[in-house]
RNA sequence: GACCCCAUUGUGUAGUGGUUAGCACACCACCCUUUCAAGGUGGUAGCACGGGUUCGAAUCCCGUUGGGGUCGCCA
């Protein structure tokens, strides 16, 4: 089996590109077959060297490698290339002189077009069966346009019989365009490559995704904090599943069992909430080591520079942060007091919880806190608990406080982890500062 | 407009002739609780419609309606 993702690098990487990409992979890997990148670049209007890094970026961070195709290095891998169209012309130019030579193509007002047959032609598609369109009307179609430059139709179909690409696994935008691809790969005289069309994503409002939708880019979720296991995972999820009321799976699981005939027939809209609950899911389930790389991204591009800490640090604040947010850009958020001295105070938070009694339940903190040799999480639960004993109240009246206190905010992680991970001085010295500073 | 694809709660899906139509997200309620999450329990909500076929249709066939896609010298 040999399957492509063939891109246009406009600029962005789209999330159905992306999903097809996947399925792609997810093919190869399963069957044991080849997965191949090939960049198709003949507008040479859109093609720049930052437009193909980002389909690099985009494909490595979703963990999908490719067997042949460009090296973001420079250079390439496999003996089928060049994996780049804009590298291939001579290649096009043989096919053009092929048609036109018998006759399949003519010359129209400086451009070239191919003679479509006028006949019914039966895409027999591995998802969606047997379409049959009638092309008796149809018309002929340009190939090389009047610059000789050659077009879309031409050059995919081309390649694919150039590269051996045994499976065509596109997405269903294009199954109006196979009758075409099917008559040029006939006219060359080949064995057209199977074709399996994967239905489309839609937006919110139910049209096709666009560029111009939100979270239609994949570096919307690479900067937005979310873990590449979890889009990877989520973006499974778009037109095909495991079949057993599970769908938090692992890569390893989903290339096992991927099949193209279990993939459905109907498009499906992407929902952000539920990618967003997934991304908390991994958050919580995955060891600390894992996330940690990502984390360091995310902190850094937060501000935080990451090589100031220890590592064991950061892994401390992430393991108690991770289980109560869903993107690593709200983590970086809620790590703000840990990794910064002069922490910023909500007003809403000192409004409500640095109040006369407020403070009031600070000194008392500060003095009993002040006596404590044990400053783990549990002996400081014990500490507050007693402490609300003796002054017959609720530990809230000591909680609440003390967040805003010692991270500025009214709502984080659990405060008894908070002030272990802080240490005694730097609890003690931001209690301090706290009453200094809002005791009126 | 022509052609093509599709149709199970709001969303993603399970279901392939006989099920109290399952699961997940979202939503609501309650429980737990130091905030917020998470977790637990329960709940609201679905086979688009009309004809067939069949003893029996979410499941098979036809039509209607609805949604989507394609009709470029873009890819």
């Given at each position: 089996?040999?399957?492509?993702?063939?891109?246009?690098?406009?600029?962005?990487?789209?999330?159905?590109?992306?999903?097809?990409?996947?399925?792609?992979?997810?093919?190869?890997?399963?069957?044991?077959g080849?997965?191949?990148?090939r960049?198709?670049?003949?507008?040479?209007?859109?093609?720049?060297p930052?437009?193909?890094?980002?389909?690099?970026?985009?494909?490595?961070?979703?963990?999908?490698?490719?067997?042949?195709?460009?090296?973001?290095?420079?250079?390439?891998?496999?003996?089928?290339?060049?994996?780049?169209?804009?590298?291939?012309?001579?290649?096009?130019?043989?096919?053009?002189?092929?048609?036109?030579?018998?006759?399949?193509?003519?010359?129209?007002?400086?451009?070239?077009?191919?003679?479509?047959?006028?006949?019914?032609?039966i895409?027999?598609?591995?998802?969606c069966?047997?379409?049959?369109?009638?092309?008796?009307?149809?018309?002929?179609?340009?190939?090389?346009?009047?610059d000789?430059?050659p077009?879309?139709?031409?050059?995919?179909?081309?390649?694919?019989?150039?590269?051996?690409?045994?499976?065509?696994?596109?997405?269903?935008?294009?199954?109006?365009?196979?009758?075409?691809?099917?008559?040029?790969?006939?006219?060359?005289?080949?064995?057209?490559?199977?074709y399996?069309?994967?239905?489309?994503?839609l937006?919110?409002?139910?049209?096709?995704?666009?560029?111009?939708?939100?979270?239609?880019?994949?570096?919307?979720?690479?900067?937005?904090?979310?873990?590449?296991?979890?889009?990877?995972?989520?973006?499974?999820?778009?037109?095909?599943?495991?079949?057993?009321?599970?769908?938090?799976?692992?890569?390893?699981?989903?290339?096992a069992?991927?099949?193209?005939?279990?993939?459905?027939?109907?498009?499906?809209?992407?929902?952000?909430?539920?990618?967003l609950?997934?991304?908390?899911?991994?958050?919580?389930?995955?060891?600390v080591?894992?996330?940690?790389?990502?984390?360091?991204?995310w902190?850094?591009?937060?501000?935080f520079?990451v090589?100031?800490?220890?590592?064991?640090?950061?892994k401390?604040?992430?393991?108690?942060?991770?289980?109560?947010?869903?993107?690593?850009?709200?983590?970086?958020?809620?790590?703000?007091?840990?990794?910064?001295?002069?922490?910023?105070?909500?007003?809403?938070?000192?409004?409500?919880?640095?109040?006369?009694?407020?403070?009031?339940?600070?000194?008392?903190?500060?003095?009993?806190?002040?006596?404590?040799?044990?400053?783990?999480?549990?002996?400081?639960?014990?500490?507050?608990?007693?402490?609300?004993?003796?002054?017959?109240t609720?530990?809230?009246?000591?909680?609440?406080?003390?967040?805003?206190?010692t991270?500025?905010?009214?709502?984080?992680?659990?405060?008894?982890?908070?002030?272990?991970?802080?240490?005694?001085?730097?609890?003690?010295?931001?209690?301090?500062?706290?009453?200094e500073?809002?005791a009126?």
């Amino acid at each position: 089996m040999r399957v492509r993702f063939a891109p246009s690098p406009t600029g962005y990487l789209h999330v159905g590109g992306a999903r097809t990409a996947l399925f792609n992979w997810l093919y190869a890997r399963h069957t044991g077959g080849t997965f191949l990148l090939r960049i198709e670049d003949t507008d040479a209007v859109r093609n720049t060297p930052e437009a193909v890094r980002v389909i690099f970026d985009g494909l490595q961070w979703l963990g999908l490698d490719w067997d042949e195709g460009p090296l973001p290095g420079g250079g390439a891998r496999g003996d089928r290339g060049p994996y780049f169209q804009s590298e291939r012309r001579a290649i096009y130019d043989r096919a053009l002189r092929f048609l036109l030579d018998h006759d399949q193509a003519y010359e129209s007002d400086g451009a070239i077009r191919f003679r479509m047959p006028r006949k019914k032609i039966i895409v027999d598609d591995l998802i969606c069966g047997e379409v049959c369109f009638d092309c008796t009307l149809e018309q002929d179609f340009v190939i090389q346009r009047k610059d000789g430059s050659p077009v879309f139709h031409l050059v995919n179909v081309v390649d694919d019989l150039e590269m051996k690409i045994s499976h065509v696994i596109r997405g269903e935008d294009h199954l109006s365009n196979t009758p075409k691809h099917l008559a040029i790969a006939a006219a060359l005289g080949a064995d057209a490559p199977r074709y399996a069309h994967i239905p489309l994503i839609l937006n919110r409002s139910g049209s096709k995704m666009s560029k111009r939708d939100i979270g239609a880019s994949l570096s919307e979720y690479q900067d937005g904090g979310y873990l590449p296991q979890a889009v990877r995972n989520y973006l499974c999820l778009l037109g095909w599943s495991l079949r057993e009321n599970r769908e938090i799976f692992s890569i390893e699981e989903a290339t096992a069992r991927f099949e193209l005939d279990q993939i459905h027939r109907s498009n499906a809209r992407f929902d952000a909430d539920k990618l967003l609950w997934m991304n908390g899911a991994y958050l919580r389930s995955l060891d600390v080591d894992e996330i940690l790389p990502h984390a360091q991204r995310w902190l850094e591009s937060a501000g935080f520079p990451v090589e100031k800490w220890e590592s064991a640090y950061i892994k401390e604040v992430v393991l108690l942060i991770k289980e109560k947010v869903k993107t690593g850009k709200e983590l970086a958020e809620w790590a703000q007091p840990f990794f910064r001295e002069e922490i910023s105070f909500q007003p809403d938070a000192v409004k409500r919880f640095l109040t006369a009694a407020g403070i009031q339940a600070l000194r008392e903190l500060l003095a009993d806190l002040s006596e404590a040799s044990d400053f783990t999480a549990a002996a400081l639960e014990e500490r507050f608990q007693k402490l609300a004993r003796t002054h017959g109240t609720s530990v809230r009246t000591y909680v609440h406080p003390a967040r805003v206190a010692t991270t500025g905010r009214e709502v984080g992680p659990s405060l008894y982890g908070t002030l272990t991970i802080l240490g005694k001085d730097r609890v003690l010295r931001r209690i301090r500062r706290a009453i200094e500073s809002f005791a009126s």
